[in-house]
């Protein structure tokens, strides 16, 4: 694979100013994210990962340093990289067909609304019984699937979500993670998810990227080859393995470590 595929993110500091205050969010951050794959950012509450994602999403900009995806450089939000936030983000007043449309009409795309986009998307997520359903007659779960849906349905070269499950129960949340393991890797999407939970970042993530914080520093990245060797898609072998229990042990002592320092 060529280094100019894939997200390269290159000494990206933040800084924060509000008010005569300075906050330093992000110090020298440095990783790059090769096409194709599932990369995450696991850190304590304040680290800085909404931060990063969004400079990501150039929603926000770096004080300092580059980020590349597919060798262009990010300066502003474009439709190589589609979010999906932690609120479902869908319309109340449209349907389920309507919504995941909804993304292709704003950016002009006449060629899509051929529909089969459209159902091909709503068909991965598996909600072809809702398509003409209003999201107020869907659960939580079955809402995020639409704001998923509606953002792959955009071709996104990278895949951006902050903390998408975190308001589901656990077993939707588990549901919902094997969805978007099988969509993504069905449509060889790069993907950059924030979660602060240890299980789903090892199950989700083939590179997991661990931040510490005040300022976010990247202090360990983790492959997580391990999995290679697993029956695909299923959680009981990969809680069992014995590489799961090692790295969500010393996750879980990096996490400590961050807590005691904020003490
Ligand atoms: N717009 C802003 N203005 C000033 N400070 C900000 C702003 N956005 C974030 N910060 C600060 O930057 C740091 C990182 O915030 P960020 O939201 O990125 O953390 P996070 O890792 O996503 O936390 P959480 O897990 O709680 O969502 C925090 O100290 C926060 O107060
Ligand atoms: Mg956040």
Redesign the pocket.
Known sequence: MSSNTGLEITGVNKV?R?GGRT?Q?LENISLSLSAGKVGVLL?P???????LLRMVAGLEKPSEGDINLNGRAVSQPGRDRGMVFQDYTSFPWLSVRENVAYGLRINGDRSALNEGTVDHFIQAVGLEKFANAYPHQLSGGMRQRVAIARTLANYPELLLMDEPFGALDPETRWQMQDLLLNVVRKERNTVLI?T?DIEEALYLGDVVYFLSRHP?RLNETIHTDFKAGLPEGDREAFLKSEDYRRLELHIRRLMREEGRDAA
């Open positions: 924060f509000s906050v969010a850190g509450s304040g680290c800085g990962k909404s931060t924030v602060h976010g």
